[in-house]
């Protein structure tokens, strides 16, 4: 199997640059330090063996005023990247979008395939090698969360559907701009993937558990065209497969969290054979991390996992730490103590939290 990426592990850098109900905008590239300190980040990440990252877009800075671009805080990173020899892999979209768009508008589309557009530009422009783009982090996530529970941007109720289908029809014609432009262009397509497990005693609560549990596959199977045609899907927008996958992904039917030592979990590794079954794509483990002293026990979970998924075929390119920085709560400014990295000293360095280091380390993969 040809790697797709240069190294098997990655690291994820937070990008999320979404709303809160007060007003504030979050931008956690800059609230890490990450936007300051982007070249000694990549220093960092080099020296442990991570040659590939994710990045994100900050839509709202890079476009102020509609069609009018300023790239430069990506064209930072692109030559930090250049400079340590590190492959980036783009989130377009993850969560946030400009104040004077209205993700329900029709009007969004349009703005966010021009968005694609000239951000394709500017890669064409600047590399020399295939570029790996991912149009919509997590469509099924923030639909749900953005559109059913009011939890992040742009909290709303009863609406998780109609939010999904629009952040698909914009991922489809971010899509299609990244390959106008970039002919060669690897689309990724990163979603969660979870179990939901019903009442055994209730054969409705089961049913509905299972029904539930398979709308994991509702954006994708919507970006291949295979459902809802009507959006403009098609096979190929469903390029590279990402697979979001965190500790408390499993749980019962409006219940409690599953956890991996209970009988209910489902091993990891069903839930990628299961993808790979239905799609056939080259896949990677987009996303994966936890909090705390867990941390490590739970990497070494993920990879035993993808070990024996890639001995029994399932074509898995890669496993991306995220966060590789700690971080602030989304809702209430916490310190997150999940990545391998704590927030910047005044002398730009950064305590490494040496159990996940030792872990990463030790792993055969």
């Keep these: 199997m040809k790697p797709l990426f240069r190294s098997f592990w990655q690291a994820g850098f937070e990008c999320s640059t979404h709303t809160l109900k007060t007003g504030k905008r979050l931008d956690l590239v800059n609230s890490t330090g990450h936007a300051a300190l982007v070249r000694q980040d990549y220093e960092r990440i080099k020296q442990m063996g991570m040659l590939t990252a994710r990045e994100g877009l900050r839509w709202h800075l890079i476009e102020p005023r509609r069609g009018h671009y300023n790239f430069s805080s990506a064209l930072h990173m692109i030559e930090a990247a250049q400079e340590q020899g590190i492959q980036l892999i783009w989130d377009v979209l993850h969560f946030g979008w400009p104040d004077y ?15 694609a557009a000239a951000f394709a530009r500017v890669l064409r422009k600047e590399l020399s090698e295939v570029a790996f783009a991912a149009p ?68 409705e609560d089961v049913l509905q558990a299972a029904e539930y549990r398979s709308s994991m596959f509702e954006a994708w199977d919507m ?7 009507e959006l403009g899907g ?4 469903l390029d590279i497969v990402g697979i979001n996958y965190y500790d408390r992904n499993q749980w019962w039917n409006f219940g409690k969290t ?23 794509r080259e896949m990677f483990i987009a996303e994966t991390g936890t909090e705390d002293t ?3 026990a739970w990497l070494e979970y993920v990879a035993g996992e ?9 074509p898995l390119h890669g496993i991306c730490l995220y966060p590789i920085l700690n971080h602030p709560g989304w809702d209430d400014d916490r310190h997150c103590c999940n990545g391998l990295w704590d927030y910047p000293q005044a002398n730009g360095t950064r305590e490494i939290y040496q159990p996940l280091a030792d872990m990463l380390q030790r792993l055969p993969i």
Excluded at 105 to 115: K, L, N
Excluded at 223 to 229: A, E, F, I
Excluded at 234 to 237: G, L, N, V
């Design 101 to 115: 768009l209205d993700v329900f508008s029709p009007d969004f589309v349009g703005a966010f395939g021009d968005f």
């Design 136 to 203: 919509v982090n997590e469509i099924s996530f923030l639909s749900w969360a953005g559109g059913d529970t009011a939890y992040i941007n742009p909290f709303a109720k009863q609406r998780g559907g109609e939010l999904k289908r629009q952040l698909v029809r914009a991922a489809i014609r971010a899509a299609s701009a990244l390959r106008s432009e970039l002919p060669d262009c690897r689309l990724v397509s990163p979603e969660p993937v979870i179990h939901i497990v019903g009442n055994p005693r209730d054969p």
């Design 223 to 229: 970006m291949t065209g295979r459902v809802q045609p």
């Design 234 to 237: 098609k096979e190929e927008y």
């Design 258 to 280: 599953i956890w991996r030592h209970e009988p209910e979990y489902r091993p990891f590794r069903e839930i990628l054979a299961e993808v790979h079954l239905r799609y056939g």
């Design 294 to 296: 867990d941390r490590p």
């Design 306 to 314: 993808v070990q024996a998924s890639k001995k029994q075929g399932v």
